[in-house]
């Protein structure tokens, strides 16, 4: 995984954020306060674990690849959160490469 700095310099992020397994946030940067990433940073562990049920019966009903679980966006009208394993990024979709973003968080 790309450091916070790494992340940062990605045309269009705005904010980094580390997480733990049960939504404890490890450290952050960027335009977000702490307040703001602590709650990310539950609402990422939060998601990453439903995302990770569905990937499993993804793949165990469609015998298709869907495991194991790289990351997944939420997206808004204008911005979007991208997760990888244990890190958020917060970005413009207007001005974002989502697969530069997702290439980043699983390097």
Do not use: H, R
């Amino acid at each position: 995984m790309a450091n916070l700095d790494q992340l940062l310099s990605i045309k269009g992020v705005w904010a980094a954020g580390e997480f733990s397994q049960d939504g404890k946030l490890l450290s952050y940067k960027g335009n977000i306060s702490e307040e703001e990433a602590a709650m990310a940073a539950m609402m990422c562990a939060a998601n990453m674990m439903m995302a990770e049920m569905q990937t499993q019966g993804y793949t165990a009903m469609s015998g298709k690849e869907w495991t194991p679980l790289a990351g997944f966006a939420l997206t808004g009208p204008k911005y979007s959160v991208c997760i990888g394993k244990g890190v958020g990024v917060f970005v413009n979709n207007d001005e974002v490469s989502f697969n530069e973003v997702f290439k980043a968080l699983s390097s």
